[in-house]
């Protein structure tokens, strides 16, 4: 398990080497670029000292925070993945075992509905509904005093006053979250709830059921830790629609991110800022997916090995 997780943790940083060769060299040729008075080999040594310092000088001369605005785009993500989790493995596990015709047709129905809206639709709805006079709300339409930091940049901060900060921005976070999880939500229903229709049919699980006098204990003992692993490395093949979602959900909600960083750079003609960007997207779903196989394999250790039987 060790060797097959160091394996994946050195592809992931194969690939990040890659895409930071890529981002150098659109940098570097691209029209009014800040490194057009230095060779290739000073300009290659300057990209990368400021890409491990985690801050890139523009061409305006000022500072482009790459680590915060990526955490602010990666924290916003993993949020979106935890309610996923929380929203969705209960539900598709009670439509995999549920026999109850009318309600997971509705469960269905209401799903496809949700995944067939556009999220900008959704978005302005939410946000049309989601107005000052609802006071679970009320701080949705008015950013925070401390908007452009991320919950991580708050809890190692040496401010005072961090668990107002916090609940401040995580007021703030709420409806993003929860309309940047509804998609993933959907996905994660269906496959859970398909994984264990499939596996409640195998022969262990009917021998289990003859053996076992408790059913939360077949659930807990055999139903669960069969049909879950599975579905896991199947939701990492969604990180590119939930990135893209997520940056989506930076620019219409104006917080902080990839998603501003891109408008910015669309807007002002900045390729150095574009070619940042696909640095930090190519990362932030390649990290996205090693955790989630990281994950799957640390809960069902023997899945690696299925390939080779």
């Known amino acids: 398990m060790i060797?097959?997780?160091?394996?994946?943790?050195?592809?992931?940083?194969?690939?990040?080497?890659?895409?930071?060769?890529?981002?150098?060299?659109?940098?570097?040729?691209?029209?009014?670029s800040i490194?057009?008075?230095?060779?290739?080999?000073?300009?290659?040594?300057?990209?990368?000292?400021?890409?491990?310092?985690?801050?890139?000088?523009?061409?305006?001369?000022?500072?482009?925070?790459?680590?915060?605005?990526?955490?602010?785009?990666?924290?916003?993500?993993?949020?979106?993945?935890?309610?996923?989790?929380?929203?969705?493995?209960?539900?598709?596990?009670?439509?995999?075992?549920?026999?109850?015709?009318?309600?997971?047709?509705?469960i269905r129905i209401g799903c496809l509905l949700l995944y067939s809206c556009p999220l900008v639709l959704i978005v302005i709805v939410t946000m049309y509904l989601s107005s000052p006079s609802w006071s679970l709300f009320v701080y949705f339409n008015i950013a925070p005093i401390d908007t452009h930091s991320s919950l991580l940049d708050i809890i190692f901060s040496s401010k005072t006053g961090k668990?107002?900060?916090?609940?401040?921005?995580?007021?703030?976070?709420?409806?993003?979250?929860?309309?940047?999880?509804?998609?993933?939500?959907?996905?994660?229903?269906?496959?859970?709830?398909?994984?264990?229709?499939?596996?409640?049919?195998?022969?262990?699980?009917?021998?289990?059921?003859?053996?076992?006098?408790?059913?939360?204990?077949?659930?807990?003992?055999?139903?669960?830790?069969?049909?879950i692993p599975a579905t896991i490395p199947l939701l990492t093949y969604n990180t590119t629609t939930l990135l893209f979602s997520t940056m989506v959900i930076e620019i219409l909600f104006n917080r902080v991110g990839l998603g501003q960083w891109i408008m910015m750079a669309y807007y002002h003609h900045n390729y150095f800022i574009i070619a940042i960007a696909i640095l930090a997207c190519g990362s932030l779903i390649s990290l996205l997916?090693?955790?989630?196989e990281i994950s799957a394999i640390l809960i069902y250790p023997m899945r690696h090995k299925e390939k080779y039987v």
């Open 163 to 227: 668990v107002q900060l916090l609940l401040e921005q995580m007021q703030y976070l709420l409806l993003p979250i929860i309309i940047l999880s509804i998609q993933p939500s959907i996905v994660t229903i269906q496959l859970v709830s398909q994984n264990v229709r499939n596996t409640a049919q195998q022969n262990f699980i009917k021998m289990a059921i003859i053996r076992e006098t408790s059913p939360f204990r077949i659930l807990r003992k055999h139903l669960l830790p069969n049909s």
């Open 3 to 32: 060797t097959y997780i160091l394996k994946k943790i050195v592809i992931f940083l194969f690939i990040v080497c890659v895409l930071a060769q890529i981002s150098f060299c659109l940098v570097y040729f691209s029209p009014h």
């Open 289 to 292: 997916t090693l955790l989630g």
């Open 35 to 106: 490194f057009y008075n230095l060779s290739f080999i000073d300009a290659y040594t300057a990209f990368f000292k400021q890409l491990l310092h985690g801050q890139f000088i523009l061409l305006s001369g000022e500072r482009g925070p790459f680590f915060n605005t990526l955490s602010a785009t990666f924290e916003l993500c993993i949020l979106a993945l935890i309610v996923t989790l929380l929203v969705g493995l209960p539900l598709g596990i009670f439509l995999g075992l549920s026999n109850i015709k009318w309600l997971n047709n509705t």
